[in-house]
């Protein structure tokens, strides 16, 4: 399978996905089709509920299931929408958790599809190695702190 090819299956897995959505509230419907690099496709579709912020996306969705059966590396997600919509900023640091070179389709309703990266969607991100030690700025510029100082 050609890349391209992948890339139009996981579009129609996506579209496929989008039917079982479950969105009674926001009546927007939301599939996705996520390509682990071990070759097994994970699924997903939004879950809303009645308590609003219990709602899950499309991509969250697909994104616990994989990890949950052991997959962490991945090639692509393909998100299919009514319109086309690119991932909400949650789904956006979801997916940059497990690398932020993941290819992301963004399809409509048609099929028709775009091709984009998470770099481009959520540049300059936070993850994990923001958390060791050091930081970032090392040898840039600073302000003095004033610690030890009376203020
Ligand atoms: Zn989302």
């Known amino acids: 399978m050609t890349e391209q090819q992948l890339w139009e299956h996981l579009v129609r897995l996506a579209l496929e996905a989008r039917e079982r959505a479950y969105a009674p509230y926001s009546g927007y419907k939301v599939g996705a ?4 690099k071990s070759g097994r496709i994970y699924t997903g579709c939004n879950v809303e509920n009645a308590v ?6 499309a991509e969250r969705t697909a994104i616990v299931k ?6 962490r590396e991945f090639l692509a997600i393909a998100v299919a ?3 086309g919509a690119t991932p909400c900023g949650a789904c956006r640091q979801m997916m940059r958790e497990f690398g932020a070179e993941m290819t992301v389709l963004l399809a409509d309703a048609q099929g028709h599809y775009r091709q984009t990266t998470l770099t481009a969607l959520l540049p300059d991100s936070f993850s994990a190695s923001d958390l060791e030690a050091g ?4 040898g840039s510029s600073h ?3 004033g610690h030890g100082g009376q203020s």
């Not at 930081?135 to 090392?138: A, E, F, H, S, V």
Request: proline fraction near 4%.
């Open 66 to 71: 994989a990890v949950s059966e052991g997959e």
């Open 33 to 36: 089709a996520l390509a682990g």
């Open 81 to 83: 929408t009514e319109n």
């Open 52 to 57: 609003y912020p219990l709602s899950t996306c």
């Open 143 to 145: 302000v003095e702190t």
């Open 135 to 138: 930081g970032r700025y090392r």
